[in-house]
């Protein structure tokens, strides 16, 4: 992380963790209030296979507010359909991430394999507004990120069942919307990883 930090810093870029989750129309389970031996119960109307992906951006530069940037992917319910984000979704969202920061981006993500592509590998050879770093292996505690996931499964998803899925993805638009409101939010995810951005 050191090594990230001293690159943003030099280049006065954001530095970026990047992390993607599926999402689903079961819902996750969460404490609630109920009435003394009486067990809330959350009925489902059937299982369903739909499931909507999201990749996040949590964006921090020192003396800028902390931004949330995120891509949705809908996994189209046919045989033989991707159901995973590829190395251009990723490549898009870089994109999208430059344009709306408005400077250079040091991304910092996991060993997923779409991730080390020749494909991405080469356009970050290509542009350099982007600088990307690997996370060590098996160490989602140090993205913050993770906490974006935590707070939409305990807040708005906890004990929801959804009918169909442009109900989940109302509610996950309206959660994320929400966190992108509250740069605090955001600061505290990464607080969370115990990691720190200082200034220069």
Known sequence: MAAGGSTAAALGAFIVFEDEAGFAMTPPRARTWGRRGHTPVVRVPGRSRRRISIAALCCYKPGEPSRL???????????????SFTWRDYRDLLVRA?????????????????HRTAGLRQYAADHDWLTVFQLPSYAPELNPVEGIWSWLRRGPL???AFTDPDRLERALRHGLAQIQR???LIDGCLAETGLAITPP
């Open 98 to 114: 430059h344009l709306q920061l408005g400077g250079p981006v040091v991304v910092v993500w996991d060993n997923l394999n779409t």
């Open 69 to 83: 940037i995120y891509r949705p992917r809908f996994h189209l319910p046919f045989k033989g359909a991707r159901k």
């Open 182 to 184: 509250r740069p605090h």
């Open 158 to 160: 906890a004990n929801a």
